[in-house]
């Protein structure tokens, strides 16, 4: 295996070098070819069927069918014709590899997928021999799929004994650094697909996001809200204050505009008769770009008829705490409330919500009255706020 950094790979560096990108991916090339070519593998793999998550495989495994086997493993050293019916429950995983040991007869590898990480045993003994040939020639970031035995290795850690290694994925492009993962900010955010395998924080909060998105839908929908799509491009870029983007339509000859927001829209369709409405979906704000704001980005927007600024507020209040209560449950020792951390602030979500105007808040931050509008044009001049006459 050729020696590069990974993401995951524990213990001592043992001082190896940092050997040049190029001269990685030109090595993981050559065994591309070598796949291919001398043992006749597909390094792009085939279909697969029946693949069980990494987690639950893990969660599958039996002490007892493992006990059982270990005993019986020792009957047949001391015994040759002793016949051993392995009872363990057979998985079929599939994953990326994250850490690899080869001890020469015995291999041990580590695979990722979108549930956690777990151990591949494999003995030169039991597999096959094109299976470890394959399991030799592997590097970090490749995609493999394995199969045997869930059990455990002699020091208690939970793996499969791979009886069979399949090629799904040749890596070429070596993965982050080995001892300091993917430090840059930048890259984690432009790259999301190397953040996701190589921090497994990331494939998590992508998760959670599904499940407060549909937890969202289901408390609009049991509220009588019902869920519409508005288009996208417009005639008028309205609805909120914000530089739109700009796009011609061909076939009417005429600009139109991605949008910033889809109010106007969805009070067309209370007007229209509809009590109450929300959308889910894409705005477009043709403006400043940092990893707090992006040009596109997915908001929810809700409207109801006979209702005020307090009915929003209630429902707000109420959406909130309950998507804060299934979050909770998923999570260890959270404080009732529940309480929850936003960075390394604590949020209680208990309700009621504290309700303050902007004007009580302006006040509370700036010392000023809102109203007093000299005061504020005085102060805003002090602190050198561009265009505060305005």
């Known amino acids: 295996m050729t020696q590069e950094k990974s993401p995951a790979n524990h213990g001592d560096s043992g001082g190896v070098e940092e050997v040049h990108p190029s001269v990685l991916e030109a090595a993981r090339r050559a065994k591309l ?7 006749g593998v597909d390094p792009f793999g085939a279909r697969v069927s029946g693949l069980v998550a990494l987690q639950d495989a893990r969660a599958a495994f039996n002490a007892d069918a493992q006990t059982q086997h270990e005993l019986d493993s020792a009957k047949a050293k001391a015994d040759p014709a002793f016949q051993i019916v392995d009872t363990r429950p057979r998985m079929q995983v599939a994953g990326r590899v994250v850490q690899y040991r080869d001890l ?5 590898f580590w695979l990722r997928d979108h549930t956690g990480d777990l151990q591949i045993s494999m003995s030169k003994a039991a597999a096959d021999a094109k299976s470890f040939e394959i399991a030799k020639a592997l590097d970090y970031g490749d995609i493999v799929c394995a199969q045997g035995p869930i ?6 850690e939970i793996c499969i004994w791979a009886h069979h290694v399949s090629l799904q994925c040749k890596s070429l492009a070596p993965p982050p650094g080995k001892w300091h993962g993917l430090e840059d900010a930048e890259i984690r955010y432009r790259k999301r697909y190397l953040d996701m395998w190589a921090t497994p924080r990331t494939m998590q909060v992508f998760q959670m996001r599904s499940r407060i998105v549909a ?40 600009n139109l505009f991605l949008r910033v927001a889809p109010e106007l829209y969805l009070k067309r369709l209370i ?6 409405v929300f959308e889910i979906n894409r705005n477009f704000r043709n403006e400043g770009v940092d990893r707090s ?7 929810m927007e809700a409207y ?21 209560v299934e979050v909770a449950k998923e999570q260890a020792d959270v404080p009732a409330g529940p309480v929850l951390a936003f960075g390394e602030l604590k949020v209680n ?12 808040l302006f006040k509370q931050g700036s010392g000023l009255d809102i109203f007093d509008e000299k005061s504020v044009l005085q102060e805003a001049q002090t602190r050198h706020i561009p265009h505060a006459a305005t």
């Open 33 to 39: 070819d070598r796949y291919r070519n001398e043992m």
């Open 104 to 108: 020469g007869k015995i291999i041990f």
């Open 151 to 156: 059990g455990r290795t002699q020091k208690g």
């Open 215 to 254: 937890m969202v839908r289901n408390f609009m929908q049991r509220g009588g809200y019902l869920e519409v799509e508005t288009p996208m491009m417009q005639p008028l870029a309205g609805g909120a204050a914000a530089r739109p983007f700009v796009t011609t339509h061909n076939a009417l000859g005429m």
């Open 271 to 276: 007007t229209g008769g509809m009590p109450r």
């Open 293 to 299: 704001h992006n040009p596109e980005f997915t908001a």
């Open 304 to 324: 109801e008829a006979f209702g005020d600024y307090t009915s929003i507020m209630d429902m707000t209040e109420s959406l909130v705490h309950e998507c804060a």
């Open 349 to 360: 979500y208990a309700k009621p919500f504290r309700r303050v105007t902007f004007a009580q």
